[in-house]
């Protein structure tokens, strides 16, 4: 097959004017967003569980889905000497409380109704964010989030599914306070 490049001849005046635009707009815009320009370590340090009710594996699975959060979404490298960025704090809440009663009924064996009811699981996270090449946007913030499920769910997979989902949320508002630009 032979293929032949023809001389196209653009004479439409607004094909040129939005060519014009198109580069102008790309070279005024970054569209990374992130305020991390001139950092390039990070140290994560552990969370420590600190919560009255203890869920037992959760400050281990929070730290390492925040460090994960930041090294595979950023351009940073992890580091334990000298970080430009320094990212700590503690667990300080986790809880399961009730919540509501839905309307939905289920019949019982002896004739009668029970009405389902809803727990809220609580989350809560202190966290110290510590910037060395830009002191002034180092902060000092409490993250809680939540997660609503049916009563019936047993603890495991309350801890393999709900916690699951209120730490990814806390480590989106983490991670969008200190990279996102907006």
């Known amino acids: 097959m032979n293929f032949k490049i023809k001389n196209i001849k653009v004479k439409q005046p607004g094909f040129w004017f939005l060519l014009l635009c198109v580069g ?5 815009y970054s569209f990374t967003g992130s305020s991390l320009t001139d950092e390039k370590t990070i140290q994560i340090n552990e969370f420590p569980n600190n919560a009255p009710l203890v869920n037992p594996t959760l400050s281990q699975q929070f730290s390492t889905d925040i460090q994960n959060r930041f090294l595979q979404r950023t351009t940073l490298k992890g580091t ?10 503690e667990i300080t809440d986790y809880s399961i409380t009730p919540t509501t009663i ?3 009924t289920v019949a019982t064996t002896s004739g009668g109704t029970v009405q ?3 727990n809220k699981l609580t989350i809560t996270v202190k966290v110290h964010y ?10 000092d913030r409490t993250y809680s989030d939540e997660a ?5 769910l047993s603890q495991s997979e ?4 709900q916690v699951k989902i209120a730490t990814d949320r806390i480590i989106n508002k983490i991670f969008n306070d200190i990279v996102a630009n907006w």
Request: with cysteine; aromatic share 4%; charged share 20%.
């Open 24 to 28: 102008i707009l790309n070279s005024c």
């Open 148 to 152: 609503v499920f049916n009563s019936n």
């Open 158 to 161: 309350i801890e393999s599914s």
């Open 130 to 139: 510590e910037n060395k090449i830009h002191p002034d946007v180092s902060f």
């Open 102 to 104: 839905s309307s939905t």
């Open 116 to 118: 389902e009811s809803q």
């Open 80 to 89: 334990k000497e000298s970080p430009d960025i320094l990212v700590e704090g």
